[in-house]
């Protein structure tokens, strides 16, 4: 939006610029030709990296896309029969369930702890630097580690969680292997995983708040939580929507740390239309059926990418 | 903030461009031309790195022994095979889990390596693509190897590839935990169960199996299967059920831990290794892991049979070295002239003496059991092992997929051992 912005400026600043007409109706001055080589690059950029691997997943994703369409370059075209495939499988809706479950869940946990986290190091403290840098640890981990970590610490017998619950008498809690608890395991993990990016940008946010709204504040008696409701929030809106929208875009198409805890299991508890994705591509070399799937989540992340910049807009016009 | 800031140095950029003279956009122009190089060139950069020509006096290749102690013992027999038939070879050593989908990329830019190692349940995919070209086409023997080693390695009648050395399933036993309980290890499925309860006290499980949803669970389950008379092209059928049910019965009773749904071999061999179960399901390629524990003394027995007089039948592991379809026919018969050399009788046993696995060929079997007497057990199985692709070849995967969702839903008490198959198979 900052860029748009920027943009619209840039012309209506630009335009009283008088040139003779004369100059202006030659489509192709000099300046023009310049604007469009500083353009050319990204523009290149963008076709190339994002133009192309859209559009190929969405042919792939109307084709017969096997292991043998790699040696032979053939893919028999199929039309929707990928799509049909995906969606009348017994796995489609609990993978769309659960995708929506983690998402929400992900993204509810980080948020919260990422926003009291962010609040509590917005003071000042001794060692508080300090703290902030350990809280990225978790980001700067390849999420192969991480979650092989993680799934030695959520072990039924032997992980450390389940002796560490069993001091205060908890039974074990078969965290990665019973159905019903397994999708909360890689939740809480990836919650985990989600919390220094919160932190980080809601802490930047909560930065750029005025320190007089708070001293203006407390002069009309809004302190502690008065000044978080009246003062804060309505101030990091702008930061909340970026934090939220970004987040939901990353949880959705999570990967590595399911199939790094679970694989799908136990009993494709944990399935996810990412981890559908994967396996029919990567496993049962279905690529036209896992293209079908991972359209499906970008079609599902696009919702929220237009939200997000619906809501924006709004914001600029106001 | 950071809009403000920017706002206010556009409007100096734009004021200054209307002042200053035309020299300045020149320089603009040059900059924004510069940019665009680098994206040129990387552009261009792409295209090289094809194998299709040159002479055949340098050979690629291609596997995914990237650990030790793996990695020397079969970088050192490429080197001697090299040497012999006259050949350099540059070797590429990938991850094993990024092998296929390297391929598949190596595939289609046409890049493929002139010697392609590949684990054996992929080599009929990669041969139904038209990659691999059959090797009796380069007058490659294959005689003397096991029949399942063979099957792996055919598609459509014709063989594609052979593997120097094989491994595949058996029991692993701690020797002090069942000597010190006063049993011997099991040799039937009722032993089995009975065997695993007593040794299971405390934070000790009587056996450890990977049951993961991963191709390694389905592996696991086959020797199970296969020796009660099940098949992969019927899978909802009572033998298969009944190996479930053994399989379940061992959870159930707490004989083995619930957290099998979820452990890889290297974990079962992990926990064994940790005195966390006195018996495992595994194959020879832990052995040396097993060896860096000098405390832990273990021996190993062939898979239990449901019924006494019943022949165990072990799924075949191992890797299988094929010739790409490169399209640069001299360089094709020098791979071929490689994998005779790589096969052959004295390859075989030097691998798998360093590696712990099994010659592919019967006929060494005394002299490698004599070498290696621990080996003994593996090394009988693997003589009429079975490969996972022999009869379903292609539609492998699927089979596999479906046992190993089958084994979690009926594990986790999701679906019954009855229903199981049946449900799994719906995908």
Redesign the interface.
Known sequence: MTSQSLHSKDVVIQTPRQKPTARKRSRFDKETITKILFVVPAGLFMVLYFGYPVVKNITMSLQDYTTKTFFTGEAPWVGLQNYATVISSNLFGPAMLNTALFTVGSIIGQFVIGLGLAVFFNRRFPLSGFLRAMLLLPWLLPLIVASATWRSILDQDSGILNQFLGTFGIPAIPWLTSPSVALIAVIIVNIWVGIPFNVTLLYGGLQDIPEELYEAGSLDGATGWKAFWHITWPNLRPVVSVVLVLGVVYTIKVLDIILGLTNGGPANATQTIAVRSYQESFVNFQFGVGAAFSNILILISLVFAIIYLRANRRAVDE | ???KE??AS??QL?KGA?VKN?AK?HL??AL??A??VP?ALTACGGGGGGNSGGDASTLTLMDYYNNEPDNLAIKKEIESCASEIGVKIEREAVPGKDL??KV??K??SKTLPDILMLDNPDLQ??A????LVPLEEFNVNTDGFAQGMLDAGTYEGKVYGLAPTANTLGIFYNKKLLADAGLTPPTTWDELKSTAKALTSG?QYGVAFSA????EGAWQFLPFMWTNGGDETNLDSPENKEALQLWKDLVDSGSA???V??WSQGDVKDQFAAG?AAMMVNGPWQINALNENKDLEWDTVLIPVKEAGQKPVAPLGGEVWTIP?TGNKEKQAKAAEFISCFTRDSTQLSLATQRNTIPTKPELADEFIAEKPDMKAFTEQVADARSRTGKLGDGW??AA?TIY?AI??A??G??SVDDAFKQAA??
């Open positions: 903030m950071p809009p920017g706002q556009n409007y734009s209307t035309h956009k603009t122009k924004a031309v940019a665009l994206l296929i989908q598949l990329q595939s289609s995919e990669i139904s693509t038209g990659g934070d993961i949803a991963t191709y831990s619930k957290s749904i979820n966390k379809e995967p699927k997929t969702t979690q839903l594990l986790t999701q679906a719906k995908g």
